[in-house]
């Protein structure tokens, strides 16, 4: 085992067949490799394997730098509320220094087959950071001419909504489980990634989706 999200998408969400069930390695393949979760070497891994997509996490920091990390904290350090020369001192478990969201994206874009799969976590810190994280987001994909390749997702409905404002063409997909796909729709979202649990307790959803 990877550690990989098996992620059986709704049709049309990513202009995929019907039905067509696709992996996604959550926080990149880390699990019994070496690699620590959402680093470099487990995005790489995640290409070797020919994964469809490699999901990981971003966080800003106190500087308004971008940050790859699951947690708010990573080795009692909270990335929130550090600089980067805080953070740039961190090293992952495979010795390698708390990757940047530039970094990522660049090595992300030397291969054009499995998807970055970009997340944005919601600041612990308020509202408005978050949509500042968001727009953060959206520039430097801009930046490092990663568009193509990268889908945006998030727990947060008004950050998708942001990310749609900012490029009404990303891709992007909500995951928080309260909203239905008419008003995802509505909104410009691409679709939903909610836990069985959702779809067993509206199973209209399914059909409303397609």
């Not at 966080?59 to 730098?65: E, I, K, L, T, V």
């Not at 708390?98 to 291969?111: D, H, P």
């Not at 408005?128 to 727009?135: D, G, H, N, T, V």
């Not at 990310?163 to 009404?168: C, G, S």
């Amino acid at each position: 085992m990877l550690g990989l999200l098996l992620l059986s998408t709704l049709p049309g969400f990513y202009a995929m067949k019907p039905f067509t069930t696709k992996v996604i390695a959550h926080r990149g393949a880390w699990k019994n490799t070496g690699a620590h979760q959402n680093s470099l070497a487990s995005l790489q891994n995640a290409i070797q394997l020919g994964c469809y997509g490699s999901e990981f996490d971003v966080h800003m920091s106190a500087d308004s730098g971008l940050y790859v990390s699951h947690d708010h904290v990573i080795q009692n350090i909270p990335i929130e509320k550090s600089n980067a020369a805080q953070l740039t001192a961190v090293k992952l478990t495979n010795s390698e220094t708390l990757s940047t969201l530039e970094a990522y994206l660049n090595a992300g874009k030397k291969q054009k087959k499995t998807r970055l799969i970009l997340e944005i976590k919601p600041s612990q810190l308020g509202k408005e950071r978050s949509l500042l994280l968001a727009q953060k987001c959206v520039e430097m994909v801009k930046q490092t001419r990663t568009r193509a390749l990268v889908d945006y997702i998030s727990f947060d409905y008004d950050v998708c909504k942001k990310v749609v404002a900012l490029d009404p063409k990303a891709k992007v997909i909500y995951l928080n489980g309260d909203k239905t796909p008419t008003q995802m729709k509505a909104d410009g979202l691409d679709g939903m990634d909610y836990n069985h649990s959702v779809y067993k307790r509206n199973e209209d959803w399914v059909q409303e989706a397609k």
